[in-house]
């Protein structure tokens, strides 16, 4: 396995891997691995001959009241992880490398990154264009996985790839859970062991949902909306940022919707959970 720190060695080492024909992917990271990382490095190597993974925890996606500083960057651990899995390329850019001094371009991306946490993290996913963009564009993948547990984010990528004609395949990645079916997470470490036990609660309540649309429709959706808001706070959480419908591409739902998705984010403790389930209406 190979630690790359630029982005003039990354496109050394993938110029003859290219040449000979081999298929690339990517699987971009904020580091903090954990299995459902993993599971898109077990799926990247079922569709590529050559998995580069890249980490980078990028500043512009993060808010000025927003965990930065803190997140965490267990960088040797991390590398043991993914030489464990066989990756091929670590790409480990610096800031500096990746926004270096004059650095002025910016992505802004409307539609599909408004509401949900876009409404809740002003420019969040514009900062996530930006770095897949560059990441894209520094490796030049056949195909780049990303995970469906941040399900508005694969949306604003693919809309991304289709606008900008960036030519790789977006592959989606299915949610990665802990027995508990807790989404797994680098900020799950941010919960308290009171916290974690209650954390599965945000799945259990959007299948709740998901269930009674399913046999009922969505006649009461609102009501079953409060109801496991109500429940959700009064088991600790301290503040559900939304719970929301959308049609599969994350559109309002119509009559004619039949494949849809149950989204949610809420904060326990210090922790924001994000999570989301596929509801298939009638
Ligand atoms: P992150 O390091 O949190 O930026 O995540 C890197 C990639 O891993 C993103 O495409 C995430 O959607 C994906 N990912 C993170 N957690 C999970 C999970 N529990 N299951 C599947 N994919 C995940």
Redesign the pocket.
């Known amino acids: 396995m190979r630690v790359i720190r630029t982005t003039n060695e990354l496109r050394h080492a993938l110029k003859p891997i290219r040449h000979d024909g081999k298929k690339i992917a990517l699987?971009?990271?904020?580091?903090?691995?954990?299995?459902?990382?993993m599971?898109?490095v077990k799926m990247a190597h079922n569709l590529a001959e050559c998995v580069v993974t890249s980490?980078f925890v990028?500043p512009k996606q993060f808010g000025p009241s927003e965990d930065l500083a803190s997140y965490p960057r267990p960088e040797i651990e991390d590398l043991a992880k993914l030489s464990m899995q066989n990756v091929d390329i670590v790409y480990m850019p610096s800031v500096d490398e990746m926004y270096g001094a004059g650095f002025s371009t910016s992505i802004s991306i409307t539609g599909v990154s408004e509401g949900l946490c876009g409404g809740k993290r002003a420019g969040h996913f514009d900062g996530v264009a930006l770095v897949v963009t560059k990441l894209l564009l520094q490796t030049m993948p056949d195909i780049a996985?990303?995970?469906?547990?941040?399900y508005q984010?694969?949306l604003v990528i693919k809309r991304l790839v289709s606008d900008l004609n960036i030519p790789v395949e977006i592959v989606a990645?299915?949610?990665?859970?802990e027995k508990d079916q807790l989404?797994?997470?680098?900020?799950n470490i941010y919960l308290t062991p009171e916290e974690r036990k209650i954390a599965p609660c945000l799945y259990q309540q959007l299948q709740h949902i998901a269930g009674h649309i399913a046999t009922d429709g969505i006649g009461n959706l609102e009501k079953l909306i409060a109801v496991s808001t109500d429940y959700l706070q009064e088991k600790g959480f301290n503040h559900i940022d939304y719970i929301e419908l959308r049609d599969s591409n994350l559109q309002t739902i119509t009559s004619s919707t039949r494949s849809a998705r149950l989204l949610a984010a809420a904060f326990l403790g210090k922790c924001r959970l994000i999570d989301n389930v596929p509801v298939i209406l009638k």
């Open positions: 699987i971009p990271t904020m580091g903090a691995l954990h299995a459902g990382h599971s898109l980490i990028n996985i990303f995970g469906e547990k941040d984010q694969l990645a299915p949610i990665h859970r989404a797994m997470s680098s900020r």
